[in-house]
């Protein structure tokens, strides 16, 4: 199957993770998805998360402070979960179907 | 490891929180420089030949090369964004968002709206008014923006992003109105059409910024750019100047020939260079603090044009500039002081 775009694939893989997911775990399987590695990409998945939840298509669930494991000691870990509005713009656009 | 330097959580959530809506301000305000900074390679290209001396040629010739000079540049911003596409590695991405045809297409759309509409009227206005006059109308963008995004997606205004909009606007008309008369009152033939030009440029870049803001949410700006840019670059070299080709008596290929020289090439890559870079920082603000905040502080860029076209042409702005600076600072400074937790979520079911 055609891999979907960033976003695409972090909103459908939230749809398939009801109980929400740690952006450290977003990061992980998006890394893998499209076989990038780096700090720039890990960086790239948190502005992208940050963009999704400023629109509403994402909630924050939890959060935690990164003790260095995974973006960088002093940062937080945050537990998001897709939003029924969220829901709503996956359909609209496509990316699952009714 | 804790280590005794590390934040305690609420102060890190709380730098989390406050960064990510600054990025959003800086975006937008780096776009209000790079927008400024586009009126004088934008101005400049119609004081060389050929388009110099169009104006002896009636106004159909007018308008070609008005058509002309947006193609050109819609080309010279593509090949930047290709450019920028590359160094952030997202060339995958932006295969894989073209599939997406039901998210990619709004791109083409805003390419209409932001192309042959804002960028084409802009010229003109610029062409037949003047740069004060394109200038000035463009600023009335936000607020066909800020109404679209909450009339068509419910974006949330808050009474105090309206007040700094409002406020913004009124600086803005502030700097130019004294300028704008005089223009009004010396208009070279045919001022109508570039006063046309100055709505389609408002209308043009509010709806699609309105479009971007959609479209955004479930996209990647750097890409969704590079797509905008890719449509109406096509628009205009396989559907707009073959029609103009074939329907109008016009001689466009020898137009378009005698363009190619060095110093009109210049100018149309430093506007490619500063209208791209523009857009990239203005896409990647709506996501971030929403359309009304972002195109009200990028139209800032009023005070910066006047400041570079200053600067270029030696002319130095009149002392009313100082009380437009002053609006329009204040302005964004009301809005960039909102308590983050006011847009950290810039969209709601229930808007404000």
């Not at chain 1, 893989?13 to 009801?18: A, G, I, Q, Y």
Request: glycine share 12%; net charge neutral.
């Amino acid at each position: 199957m055609k891999k979907l775009h960033m976003k695409g694939f972090i909103l459908r893989l939230l749809d398939e993770h009801k109980d929400g997911l740690w952006d450290y775990e977003i990061a992980q399987r998006v890394l893998a998805e499209y076989h990038h590695s780096g700090d720039y990409w890990h960086g790239e998945v948190r502005a992208t998360l940050t963009d999704l939840f400023s629109g509403s298509l994402l909630e924050e669930l939890e959060d935690r402070l990164d003790e260095g494991e995974y973006f960088g000691a002093g940062k937080v870990l945050v537990k998001f979960r897709l939003t029924p509005f969220g829901h709503r713009r996956m359909i609209e656009s496509g990316l699952l179907l009714v | 490891m804790i280590r005794p330097d590390m934040p305690t959580l609420e102060q890190a959530r709380a730098r989390y929180r406050v960064r990510s809506v600054r990025w959003g301000f800086y975006w937008a305000l780096w776009c209000a420089v790079l927008w400024g900074a586009w009126y004088v390679p934008g101005t400049a290209v119609w004081y060389e030949a050929p388009f110099a001396d169009v104006g002896t040629g009636g106004q159909s010739e007018f308008l070609l090369a008005a058509a002309i000079i947006t193609a050109l540049s819609s080309l010279a911003v593509l090949l930047f964004l290709f450019v920028w596409t590359g160094v952030l590695e997202k060339w995958g991405e932006y295969g894989r968002t073209i599939r997406q045809f039901r998210i990619s297409k709004w791109y083409y759309l805003g390419a209409v709206f932001g192309g042959p509409c804002a960028l084409f009227g802009s010229y003109l206005a610029i062409g037949y008014v003047g740069p004060v006059f394109a200038a000035i109308a463009a600023l009335m963008y936000p607020v066909v923006g800020a109404t679209l995004a909450r009339l068509w997606y419910h974006e949330k205004i808050s009474a105090r992003a309206a007040v700094g909009i409002t406020v913004i606007l009124i600086g803005g008309i502030s700097i130019y109105a004294p300028g704008l008369l005089s223009e009004f009152a010396n208009p070279d033939g045919g001022a109508w059409l570039g006063y046309i030009g100055g709505l389609m440029a408002a209308v043009g870049w509010g709806v699609e910024g309105a479009i971007a803001g959609r479209v955004l949410d479930v996209s990647d700006p750097d890409v969704g750019i590079t797509l905008r840019f890719t449509a109406e670059a096509c628009y205009w070299i396989f559907v707009i100047l073959p029609a103009i080709v074939l329907f109008s008596d016009a001689d466009v290929m020898s137009l378009i020939v005698s363009a190619l020289n060095f110093k009109v090439l210049l100018w149309i890559l430093l506007s490619g260079a500063s209208f791209g870079c523009c857009y990239v920082t203005w896409y990647k603000s709506f996501p971030l603090i929403g359309v009304g905040r972002g195109q009200a502080i990028a139209a800032l860029y009023g005070v910066f044009a006047v400041i570079f076209l200053s600067i270029f042409t030696l002319n130095m702005p009149e002392w009313y500039f100082l009380i437009g600076l002053a609006l329009t600072v204040f302005g964004g400074f009301v809005m960039f002081t909102e308590r983050s937790e006011m847009l950290e979520v810039i969209r709601g079911t229930n808007p404000i």
